[in-house]
């Protein structure tokens, strides 16, 4: 099941995309898609009434596709997470995950703008997977224990500015956390329908240039093994968003390093999860 919200910003709407495309307003079954809604089986009430045909169909024309969960309680990070990756920026392969949070508020649509930060040179582009977590979650005892608490995967676009995150400071969190730096969605893909988060591409291209095209086979850490791992540091809760990291291709580690100006275009995707596209505007 594919779940979304559709809507001016902060006043969106909870919706199912359905197999055939069509909109269908989740209203009547919740307020919101967030960690309350997910803590109360609220995906499996959703399908329910899905089953049931008992949910008014919406009028996608027009309507604009927010982030499709409300905004998370936090956002954990996971760097140098593919080997390829690690390589082109010049860092060994870290023996464990490495960890940083992202600014909750940072969060916007999959087609939103996105906004280059006063005084930067150095914005950078990075598709990921995200996992959302559908229940709380805390010194997790290995993989099967981590999968039971995954609602679902969605697109994540860690945008970075690189000069404030790696010369400005010992840690990361001044470049990862400006305004509109992690466009999310457009569906939060309920983890049935995913299957394997260990198969799926990861596309990225900038001005209809290719830049990245990964796979999450190539993870140092793959999706259960970082779950369980952050629940023995920090709890987990429901809506809770984890960037599992992004294949080689960033600005970064490229000839010339073509970091993003205002005006620039990139798409995004990966497999089963859909697509992104966001124009970058000026702060």
Request: charged share 25%; glycine share 10%; aromatic share 6%.
């Amino acid at each position: 099941m594919k779940l979304l919200r559709v809507g001016a910003t902060g006043e969106e709407r909870p919706a199912v995309r359905t197999d055939e495309g069509r909109l269908l307003d989740l209203s009547s079954v919740t307020s919101d898609i967030d960690g309350a809604f997910l803590a109360s089986d609220g995906i499996d009430r959703a399908r329910a009434a899905v089953a049931a045909g008992s949910l008014p169909a919406l009028d996608a024309d027009g309507l604009r596709t927010g982030p499709p969960v409300a905004r998370p309680g936090k956002i954990v990070c996971v760097g140098l997470n593919y080997r390829d990756h690690a390589a082109e920026t010049g860092a060994a392969i870290p023996e464990r995950p490495v960890v940083f949070m992202k600014d909750p508020g940072t969060v916007v649509g999959p087609y939103d703008r996105v906004l280059v930060p006063r005084g930067s040179v150095k914005t950078d582009w990075e598709v990921e997977l995200a996992v959302v977590i559908g229940r709380r979650a805390r010194y997790l005892d290995g993989p099967e224990a981590a999968r039971a608490v995954i609602a679902g995967y969605a697109i994540s676009h860690d945008v970075s500015e690189r000069e404030f995150q790696l010369e400005y400071s010992s840690q990361w969190d001044l470049g990862k956390s400006c305004e509109t730096f992690n466009p999310l969605g457009p569906w939060l893909v309920t983890a049935d329908e995913v299957g394997d988060p260990q198969n799926l591409g990861l596309h990225l291209s900038v001005n209809g240039v290719k830049r990245q095209n990964g796979h999450t086979r190539d993870m140092i850490f793959p999706v259960e093994h970082i779950v369980a791992y952050l629940s023995q540091y920090m709890v987990l809760e429901p809506g809770d968003v984890i960037n599992t990291g992004t294949p080689a291709g960033v600005a970064l580690g490229l000839p010339g390093t073509p970091y993003l100006r205002p005006g620039d275009t990139v798409e995004l995707s990966v497999d089963r999860l859909g697509s992104q596209r966001q124009t970058f505007g000026q702060a």
